[in-house]
């Protein structure tokens, strides 16, 4: 295929190898935080008023998926980032956002702004989007040779 602006061919035959790897990193690194709040408090979170939350909507047994969440989030953020057992932690990823999407913010509609699905089903599909890609280059498991 060729280029609007060739010129920029060198450019893109440097960097292209690190488009995937960046998208895996910083998912992961966006996840982290998230089940830090749920299991260890940190950044504001609360495991009781979390697990209240799940009670209001039904999600039971509300603090045992507390943990189950924050440790998909925070273990698997880990992994997905550093790239090492991709493919099944984006697919609990994608499971837990799924959950999210039609559990939590679907009556709010679209926009995350009041409180709808936009945020947690992009981070979804970008989770499997994982799921189909893999580790990908820059990863423990190229380094390993083996993946899922």
């Known amino acids: 295929m060729q280029l609007y602006v060739p010129a920029l061919a060198p450019l893109y035959q440097k960097v292209e190898g690190y488009a995937y790897p960046l998208i895996r990193i910083i998912t992961g690194l966006i996840l982290i935080p998230h089940g830090a709040q749920k299991l260890f408090e940190m950044f504001g979170g609360n495991r009781a008023a979390t697990a209240g939350?799940?009670?209001?909507?039904?999600?039971?047994?509300a603090l045992p998926l507390v943990y189950l969440v924050g440790t998909v989030e925070?273990?698997?953020?880990?992994l997905i980032m550093i790239g090492l057992w991709t493919r099944p932690a984006a697919a609990l990823v994608f499971v837990v956002m799924m959950v999210a999407v039609f559990k939590v913010h679907l009556g709010n509609g679209f926009f995350w702004t009041k409180g709808g699905y936009e945020y947690p089903l992009l981070w979804g599909i970008v989770a499997l989007g994982l799921v189909f890609g893999g580790s990908g280059r820059q990863s423990v498991d190229e380094k390993l040779g083996k993946e899922f």
Do not use: Y
């Open 53 to 61: 939350f799940f009670s209001k909507l039904g999600i039971e047994p």
């Open 74 to 78: 925070f273990f698997g953020g880990i």
